[in-house]
């Protein structure tokens, strides 16, 4: 509890998967996966919405931005951004930008 952070070692975390600042304030569901080169900001909850039996399954190169909430049985495509502050609910498909409260997807990203 050094920075106020809980991430199981249950959870699958892929290489290279960077937490911001040293992973302040960040919260991960005992069972999230989240895949390779990712980037998680401060602050970041990744949890399991209440009745839903699944938790989010984060894809490769993801970037999700500081203070942002992503919670249910989700899915989050490889090579996407998470804005900040965000709350994802939705599944997010691969190449994507999204942000909000909601989260809605602002544009397809440039490959």
Do not use: W
Request: with cysteine.
């Amino acid at each position: 509890m050094l920075f106020a952070t809980f991430i199981p070692s249950s959870a699958k975390i892929g290489k290279n998967t960077k937490l911001g600042y040293l992973g302040l304030g960040i919260v991960i569901h005992k069972d999230a996966v989240i895949g390779e080169n990712c980037t998680i900001g401060q602050n970041v909850t990744i949890g399991r919405n209440l009745g839903d039996k699944k938790v989010p399954i984060i894809g490769n190169d993801v970037y999700i931005g500081a203070g942002s909430v992503v919670f249910g049985e989700i899915e989050i495509g490889d090579n996407s951004i998470i804005g900040a502050n965000s709350v994802v609910t939705k599944n997010i498909p691969k190449d994507t930008i999204a942000y909000g409260n909601p989260a809605k997807i602002i544009r397809k990203k440039r490959t």
